[in-house]
C-alpha cells in the first residue's frame, strides 16, 4: 500500500490546527470545525500548494472515516425521540425535494439518469456535519434540535435507500431483492437487539470499561464492520450499512447503566471525531478536484446555481420539520441546516463519475456547492436562530418536551 511520509504527519497536523483555528475565530463568530478541515486540506493538496498527496493509505482512512460519520450519526438518532410528527414532517419534506429536484434536473440535463444522479444529491442533509454544532450549541436534545435530526435521519437515509434501489447500475427489481435482503438481515439483528439480546454484554462492557479489554469499544467496531461488510458483499453502498450499524449500536447499549452508557459513547465519539472523521473531511479538500472546476468558466458559474437549489430544493421544504408554533428564524435556521450537505454528495457524485453518468465538471460542481453549503449554512443558521433562555439539555435517554401528533 502506498504511503507518502508527509502526508501521515501532514493530515494529523491539520486535525490539530483545525480546533486551534475553531478557538481562534470563535472570539468573533461560530465556525464549524469541518470549515477549517476542508479548506486546510484543500489549500495543503494538490489543488494549491501540493504539500499533502493523495495516497492509498489516506484513502483508506477517509474511507473509514465516511463509515464512522455515518455509524456515529446512526447512533445519535433516537427513533422514540423523533417519532410522529417530527420524523413524519421531515419525510413528506424530503419526498418534496426529491420530486423537486428531479424535475429541476430533468429540465437542464439531456439524461434522465444524470438527473437523478443530480437530484439525489440535491435531496441530502449531512446529519454528521450538523450534529457537532448541535451538541456544541447545547441544541441536540431541544425541539429544535430534534427537528434538525428528523431532517437529518431521512436526508441522509434515504438518499442511501436511492442510490442503492436506482444508482447503484443494477435493475431495480434486483436492486429492490438485495435491499430486501439486507433490511431482513439487519431488522433481524435490529430486533434482536430491541428485545433486549445486548443486556448479556453489559456486564463484560462495565467490566472492561477501564481495562485494556475494551469489550465494548470493540464490539461496536465489530458492529460497524460487519454491516458495512454485508453491505460491501450485496453491493450496496457501504454508508447504508454504516448508519444502520449506528443505530443497532444504539439499540444493544439500551438498557445499560447510564454512566457506562456515556463512558462508552466518549470512547467510540473520541476513536470517530478524534481520528477518523477528520481525516475524511481533510481528506476531502485534499482530492477536490479544483482544476475540473475551473477548466471552464461556465462550470464554475454552476456552483453558486446548485448551492442556492440546494437552498431552494431541500431548504424550502425542510422548514416543513419546524416544531411547533417555531419563530420565522427558526424556521430560516432549520431550512438552512436541512440545505447542508456534503457527505451524501461526494459519494454519490463519485459513483455517477465511475459509472459515466456524470461528468467530472458537473460532479466538481455538486460538491463545490455541498462545500460551500457545509461552510455557509450553518454559520448563518446560528446567526439567525432565536436563542431560548434557561433551556436545559437533557441526557441521553431523556425525552425532550416536544409534541408527537400535530
Known amino acids: 500500500m502506498e504511503i507518502s511520509t508527509g502526508t501521515l504527519v501532514l493530515i494529523p497536523a491539520i486535525a ?3 480546533p486551534l483555528l475553531v478557538k481562534a475565530v470563535g472570539r468573533w463568530f461560530a465556525t464549524p470545525l469541518v470549515v477549517f478541515e476542508i479548506l486546510l486540506g484543500l489549500v495543503l493538496g494538490p489543488a494549491v500548494l501540493g504539500w499533502v498527496v493523495p495516497d492509498e493509505f489516506a484513502a483508506f482512512l477517509s474511507e473509514f472515516g465516511l463509515a464512522m460519520l455515518f455509524f456515529l450519526a446512526g447512533n445519535e438518532v433516537d427513533f422514540r425521540t423523533v417519532r410522529g410528527r417530527p420524523i413524519r414532517r421531515a419525510a413528506i419534506g424530503w419526498t418534496i425535494s426529491l420530486v423537486a429536484g428531479f424535475g429541476i434536473a430533468a429540465l437542464v440535463s439531456p439524461h434522465l ?31 429544535f434540535g430534534i427537528s434538525v435530526l428528523a431532517l437529518g435521519a431521512i ?13 447503484s447500475g443494477r435493475s431495480p427489481l434486483v436492486s429492490a431483492l438485495v435491499l430486501t ?32 479489554g475494551q469489550f465494548g469499544v ?16 450485496l453491493e450496496l453502498d457501504l454508508l447504508l450499512g454504516a448508519f444502520t450499524a449506528g443505530v443497532l449500536a ?76 417555531s419563530s420565522r428564524r427558526d424556521r430560516v435556521a432549520i431550512g438552512l441546516f436541512g440545505a447542508t450537505g456534503l457527505p451524501i454528495i461526494v459519494a454519490v457524485t463519485a459513483i455517477g463519475v465511475e459509472h459515466g453518468d456524470l461528468s ?14 457545509v461552510l455557509i449554512f450553518p454559520l448563518v443558521a446560528l446567526a439567525v436562530r432565536d436563542r431560548p433562555v434557561n433551556v436545559t439539555t437533557p441526557r441521553r435517554g431523556e425525552d425532550a418536551e416536544l409534541p408527537t401528533d400535530g
Not at 436526508?155 to 444508482?167: K, Q, R, T, V, Y
Open 218 to 233: 470493540r464490539l461496536l467496531v465489530l458492529v460497524l464492520a460487519a454491516l458495512v461488510a454485508l453491505s460491501l458483499v
Open 360 to 373: 467530472p465538471g458537473t460532479a466538481a460542481a455538486l460538491v463545490g456547492a455541498g462545500m460551500l453549503s
Open 181 to 212: 435482503g439486507f433490511a431482513a438481515v439487519a431488522g433481524l439483528a435490529i430486533w434482536l437487539a430491541s428485545r433486549g439480546a445486548g443486556h448479556y454484554a453489559h456486564r463484560l462492557i462495565s467490566a472492561t470499561l477501564h481495562t485494556s
Open 250 to 325: 444504539r439499540l444493544i447499549m439500551s438498557g445499560a447503566p447510564d454512566d457506562d452508557v456515556e463512558i462508552l459513547e466518549g470512547k467510540i465519539e473520541g476513536l470517530g471525531y478524534g481520528f477518523f472523521v477528520p481525516i475524511f473531511f481533510i481528506y476531502t479538500g485534499v482530492t477536490f478536484d479544483l482544476e475540473s472546476l475551473v477548466e471552464h468558466p461556465a462550470t464554475v458559474a454552476i456552483v453558486p446555481a446548485f448551492l442556492l437549489l440546494l437552498l431552494v430544493v431541500r431548504g424550502i421544504p425542510s422548514m416543513l420539520a419546524a416544531p411547533p408554533r
Open 155 to 167: 436526508g441522509e437515509f434515504a438518499p442511501l435507500l436511492a442510490i442503492s434501489l436506482f444508482l
Open 16 to 18: 490539530v490546527a483545525a
Open 113 to 143: 439518469i444524470e438527473a437523478a444522479f443530480v437530484a439525489v444529491c440535491l435531496t441530502s442533509t449531512a446529519l454528521g456535519t450538523i450534529m457537532p454544532i448541535l451538541r456544541d450549541t447545547g441544541d441536540l436534545r431541544t425541539p
